[in-house]
């Protein structure tokens, strides 16, 4: 199965790019975040002509929002409400046997402290929340589990362009890194872009806009993931970070990540 992830940033300002990677990569499934749109609105009829006729969303007007676009039948779908929100930040299908997580974790504002910042909260409280649920949900069994999309926190030190200069930048604190590690630790989680680039070496799939060259600057931070459970590691083929979907007009401001797994 050949897997997308992308921050979109607005799936109908983007549509056009969206079916510029359907053409040129053409993978089973594709995962967005960052719809920004209501499922009314979606842009269903260009999406399922392009060959993408199996499609579960939850939408809402101008923030969040997710879908899973496939050409492979669904076998099961459902959506989530995560920390007593309905805002549209997790969505899962079952395909080919496995459940596939569909996730936009919280960016959680400018200030990382709880204290005055509830958007930092909320991203914590969500964190957490996940940390207990996947293993809740699936420990004990042989489900095959995938999570994927804009988890907005950059782990490692390479993570991002400059561990030090980051380290009270919301993304790459030390509270957020930790939580997220938690959450990786409590399910086994396999980071699938650090089983090909090793963690000594930079690795990003976000330039902000205010970079004027986001190539020259490279001022980037590794913002969107692929996580499999055990089971998926040894099926792990190919990976890429499609930084060039970033150099085209009007892009998204995040690079989609595909990879290939042998299910």
């Known amino acids: 199965m050949k897997l997308v992830t992308w921050n979109i940033n607005s799936v109908r300002l983007r549509l056009p790019l969206l079916l510029q990677l359907m053409d040129e990569y053409s993978p089973d499934v594709i995962c967005l975040q960052e719809t920004k749109c209501q499922d009314i609105h979606f842009p269903r009829e260009e999406i399922e002509a392009a060959g993408y006729t199996h499609i579960h969303i939850k939408g809402m007007k101008s923030y969040n929002g997710l879908a899973v676009l496939s050409k492979i039948p669904f076998e099961e779908t459902d959506i989530y409400e995560r920390v007593g929100r309905d805002d549209c930040r997790h969505i899962s299908v079952k395909i080919k046997g496995v459940y596939l997580h569909n996730l936009y974790i919280p960016a959680g504002g400018d200030e990382p402290d709880v204290t005055i910042n509830e958007k930092f909260a909320h991203k914590l409280d969500f964190v957490d929340e996940l940390t207990s649920w996947f293993p ?128």
């Open 136 to 263: 809740n949900t699936y420990k004990g069994s042989e489900d095959k589990v995938i999570a994927v999309g804009d988890f907005n926190i950059a782990p490692l030190e390479h993570d991002v362009w400059s561990h030090k200069q980051l380290l009270k930048v919301v993304s790459h604190t030390p509270i957020e890194v930790e939580k997220l590690n938690a959450m990786k630790d409590a399910f086994s989680w396999v980071d699938v872009s650090r089983e090909f680039i090793p963690e000594n070496e930079k690795c990003y799939s976000w330039w902000s806009y205010r970079n004027r060259d986001w190539k020259k600057s490279n001022r980037g931070r590794r913002l969107d993931h692929i996580w499999v459970s055990e089971q998926l590691k040894n099926g792990l083929k190919d990976h890429e970070i499609l930084s060039g979907m970033r150099d085209q007009e009007k892009p998204s401001d995040h690079a989609p990540i595909i990879v290939e797994i042998a299910l």
